[in-house]
């Protein structure tokens, strides 16, 4: 089977690179691009099928739409919406944040 692609929302552009300068100025250049890296390899695993994920709408936003769904990865998660073609990363919201309050942000299905 072959692996989809997957794209970053702008969203998701915005927050990978707020993500990459707050871990960079705390642990600097290296530790920056390790995490990045782990970011963007759950992005391959999840348009290769090879990732763990589950439906936001079934664990802690029942409002979501109904297409929206997640992986951890570090300590963030993967908000994405896949298709037949490709995987649609929406956002990376850190665990510490109110993950079914931003996730209800993103409309609804």
């Given at each position: 089977m072959k692996?989809?692609?997957f794209r970053l929302s702008g969203r998701a552009k915005a927050s990978y690179?707020?993500?990459g300068l707050w871990t960079r100025e705390r642990f600097g250049s290296a530790q920056a691009e390790i995490y990045l890296t782990l970011l963007l390899d759950q992005c391959r695993k999840l348009a290769a099928g090879q990732a763990h994920h589950r439906s936001c709408r079934d664990v802690f936003a029942p409002d979501a739409r109904e297409d929206l769904r997640f992986a951890?990865?570090?300590e963030h998660y993967v908000i994405f919406v896949e298709s037949t073609r490709e995987v649609l990363v929406v956002d990376f919201i850190h665990s510490?944040?109110?993950l079914p309050g931003k996730v209800a942000g993103m409309g609804k299905g």
């Open positions: 692996a989809k692609s690179r707020k993500i951890r990865a570090g510490r944040l109110d």
